[in-house]
């Protein structure tokens, strides 16, 4: 069976996606966040694209022991925990696990927070529009993390955006974010990365690369802005 799409990379899905968002004309403030590691490098297309500022939400997926590439539940900065309790009813073992399982992965969440925002605090969210950045949603825990954080945060309107999701992803998602942007939804969906040509795992190192650079543009942005805004004054 033909896919009906496939991005070349991510920062290819990041551009479309931007594109579709700047169709919904959505309201400003905006704030883009994307979920680390691979929503950074979509992310940041999006972030450019629209001259929102990008910063991280950084979540952690609990997998299947075994099969990490199943979620289990998700956390997210601010305490955030979502469980998938249907699962663990396939597989009863899992019930005493869980929680060593979330104290892991709250380890690394912990530790992605220093590395990306060294001696940073996070972007303040409170009467602003977000706009919630991954990849791709196979299960949906990890954005329905993402969407419970930032409205703990204050979000004034989330945007929950991803190029590729499965249909009950986005059922899931569709439920908690006041507007979803998901470019595809294919009715089988095996594996996010059957839809790029390029799926690297990104590193710690382009992670920190692409949100620099995207602060440096934000700062060449506003210095450009200045110099017009003065003029305008002036002439006034």
Excluded: N
Excluded at 46 to 51: D, E, F, K, T
Excluded at 73 to 96: M, R, T
Excluded at 101 to 115: F, I
Excluded at 133 to 151: C, E
């Amino acid at each position: 069976m033909m896919r009906s799409h496939i991005f070349t990379d991510r920062a290819a899905a990041g551009v479309a996606l931007a594109r579709e968002l700047q169709r919904r004309l959505l309201r400003p403030p905006l704030i883009v966040l994307a979920l680390p590691r691979g929503g950074v490098a979509v992310g940041y297309e999006v972030a450019r694209i629209l001259h929102a500022p990008l910063d991280v939400l950084v979540v952690r997926k609990i997998g299947m022991p075994g099969q990490r590439e199943l979620a289990i539940g998700a956390i997210a900065s601010g305490g955030v925990l979502v469980h998938e309790p249907a699962i663990e009813k396939e597989f009863p073992d899992l019930a005493g696990r869980f929680d060593r399982l979330v104290e892991e992965e709250r380890r690394e969440l912990e530790r992605r927070e220093r590395v990306y925002r060294p001696g940073g605090t996070p972007l303040e969210l409170r009467g602003k529009s977000v706009i919630l950045v991954d990849d791709g949603l196979a299960t949906g825990s990890t954005m329905l993390a993402a969407i419970r954080a930032a409205r703990i945060a204050g979000a004034a309107a989330i945007i929950a955006a991803a190029p590729i999701a499965s249909p009950e992803a986005a059922r899931i998602v569709g439920r908690e974010a006041d507007t979803t942007v998901l470019l595809q939804t294919p009715a089988t969906l095996f594996a996010i990365g059957q839809w790029y040509g390029d799926f690297e795992q990104l590193e710690d190192t382009e992670v920190c690369r692409l949100l620099d650079l995207s602060r440096r543009d934000a700062e060449c942005s506003a210095a450009e802005r200045r110099p017009r805004e003065h003029q305008s004054d002036s002439g006034a």
